[in-house]
């Protein structure tokens, strides 16, 4: 008997290090210490794995950002920096190889990845950023939207590049020069006041 979350931990750190299609069910199965018709007990299919491993990553990841959000008082520009500390750390640890077999050959797997994606860029970041417009924090005459889709949505591209920014630089030095210095020349004074106080 598979303990099924033990092993989606497993598969999902496997897949995103060397790749689905390279990592295979045979080296899965050795990984376990079990045997791959104990895998097909519980899975259907390679691509199952692949899926449902990859949704346990992102519920995992996603049940940590909400909690951020979920502060009601707390500073929106600060929420949007820990976010992003949390999704550097994601992104990370995903090999090129990962992401490009998502797209080639996991279809399901990749609207999966693609969707949260859109939800961490689009509903978690764009909230706090009105929130923060909304509390004069940052210049009313920003577009969230423009400001989403130019600085804040490709996450992924800081690994996925022919030299990984995450093998050259720490997660502080990219989330300084990536985040905090385009959101400091989004603030407000009122922001700089509120912080010195």
Avoid: W
């Avoid at 951020?68 to 090999?95: C, D, H, Q, W």
């Amino acid at each position: 008997m598979i303990n099924k979350d033990r092993f989606l931990e497993i598969a999902i750190a496997k897949f995103t290090r060397f790749g689905c299609k390279r990592f295979t069910l045979d080296d899965l199965a050795h990984e376990m210490g079990i045997s791959k018709k104990t895998i097909y007990e519980t899975f259907d299919t390679k691509e199952t794995i692949v899926t449902d491993s990859l949704d346990f990553l992102l519920k995992k990841t996603e049940l940590e950002i909400v909690a951020i959000t979920a502060k009601k008082e707390a500073n929106p520009i600060l929420s949007i920096i820990e976010i992003y500390r949390i999704g550097f750390l994601f992104v990370k640890n995903m090999s090129p190889a990962y992401i490009n077999g998502l797209k080639k050959y996991y279809p399901k797997s990749n609207t999966l990845y693609s969707d949260f994606k859109l939800r961490f860029t689009h509903k978690y970041i764009k909230e706090l950023l009105v929130k923060a417009q909304k509390r004069n924090l940052i210049h009313a005459t920003i577009n969230i939207d423009l400001t989403c889709n130019l600085y804040f949505g490709n996450l992924e591209n800081l690994s996925s590049r022919s030299s990984n920014l995450f093998e050259t630089y720490t997660v502080d030095e990219i989330l300084e020069h990536f985040v905090i210095i385009h959101l400091k020349g989004i603030i407000t004074e009122d922001y700089l006041k509120a912080r010195k106080s």
